[in-house]
Nanobody
């Protein structure tokens, strides 16, 4: 059973930066694509970023392109999300995901494993 644990969330002023981490255990980490999603109050969970198994390819939601960077370290069983130039609209609970089961990586239903989430709050 794969377990994902996020960390690194917190309160930051607009324009600031945060780095989220997601540590995995219980599975073959390097074999899985990884993703980050977020969910703001009253809204559906939405795709933020994804990275392939080897880390060569990444993709981002239009709303975070140029500001967020996803990376992974298979030796540490970890995936990261570097968030720069944060905006109040980035406020949400951020979730790490693993094991893509379908072709559409932006779909929540196509990810098998999820972390418990970490809160990111951006003040204006």
């Amino acid at each position: 059973q794969v377990q994902l644990v996020e960390s690194g969330g917190g309160l930051v002023q607009a324009g600031g930066s945060l780095r989220l981490s997601c540590a995995a255990s219980g599975g073959t980490f390097s074999s899985y694509a990884k993703g980050w999603f977020r969910q703001a109050p009253g809204k559906e969970r939405e795709f933020v970023a994804t990275i392939t198994r080897g880390g060569r390819n990444t993709d981002y939601a239009d709303s975070v392109k140029g500001r967020f960077t996803i990376s992974r370290d298979n030796a540490k069983n970890s995936v990261y999300l570097q968030m720069n130039s944060l905006k109040p609209e980035d406020t949400a609970v951020y979730y790490c995901s693993a094991y893509l089961t379908g072709a559409v990586f932006t779909a929540v239903a196509n990810w098998r494993y999820w972390g418990q989430g970490t809160q990111v709050t951006v003040s204006s």
